[in-house]
């Protein structure tokens, strides 16, 4: 882990690829504290905040809300964490989010959960999704894949350069996909 006593995985996958379906796993298995960034915003959203408006615009459009907001939010979050274990879901999603978070918060991941998914299996499941987001219509997931392959990928590059990512096969059953994840959480943290 790194030196203050903080452990920090990031969760990093298209749209649909099961991030929300395996944090609250690791969670139940390890009890580290699930930092959702898009769960976050949502919730600035529904408390009619300020910057509520602006979010759900984005969220609308796909698009990537400004590092000063989530960063913010993210560290709100931890600063309140009784554990000082993370797994952040989602975030950072382009070289700014990434940039910004090391630069503020002053953490790097230990290392990267990537949950590799095709493209037609991202699309089927967020189609049949049906929870009634505002993202989860064809016009709206095409743009999330753009914003993905070019924005957070390169993110997903960059540490990998670095050695920290452990890329998960997230086509699988959701029980195959957690013993990958388990495997690879054991390996660095016991
Ligand atoms: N499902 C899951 N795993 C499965 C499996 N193994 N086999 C079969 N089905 C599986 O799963 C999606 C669906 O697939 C579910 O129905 C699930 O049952 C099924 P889920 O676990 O929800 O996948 P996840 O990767 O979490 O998908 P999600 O749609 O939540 O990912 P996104 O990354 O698109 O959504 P997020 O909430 O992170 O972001 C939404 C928007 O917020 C972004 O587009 C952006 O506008 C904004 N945002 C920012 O601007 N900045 C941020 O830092 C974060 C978000």
Redesign the pocket.
């Known amino acids: 882990g790194t030196s203050n006593g903080v452990f920090c995985i990031f969760v990093l996958?298209g749209?649909?690829?099961?991030?929300?379906?395996q944090c609250p796993k690791i969670v139940e298995h390890f009890g580290f504290t699930h930092l959702?960034?898009?769960?976050l915003?949502q919730a600035e959203v529904e408390s009619g905040s300020e910057n509520g408006k602006m979010i759900e615009q984005?969220?609308k459009e796909?698009?990537?809300?400004s590092s000063e907001v989530?960063v913010k939010l993210l560290q709100n979050a931890m600063q309140k964490s009784t554990t000082k274990k993370f797994v952040i879901d989602?975030?950072p999603?382009n070289e700014e989010?990434r940039a910004a978070f090391e630069n503020i918060v002053k953490i790097q991941p230990d290392f990267v959960l990537f949950f590799d998914c095709s493209q037609e299996e991202l699309i089927r499941?967020?189609l049949?999704?049906n929870q009634g987001r505002v993202?989860d219509n064809i016009e709206t997931i095409s743009k999330?894949l753009r914003v993905y392959f070019d924005s957070t990928l390169p993110v997903i590059d960059y540490y990998s350069s670095r050695g920290k990512v452990h890329k998960i096969d997230?086509q699988?059953?959701?029980e195959e996909?957690f013993d990958d994840v388990k495997r690879v959480i054991y390996k660095h943290y016991s």
Do not use: E, Y
Not at 15 to 21: A, E, H, I, N
């Open positions: 996958g749209p649909g690829s099961g991030k929300g379906t959702c960034a898009g769960d915003l984005f969220k796909g698009k990537i809300v989530t989602g975030f999603r989010n499941r967020l049949n999704r993202d999330r997230a699988r059953p959701v996909v």
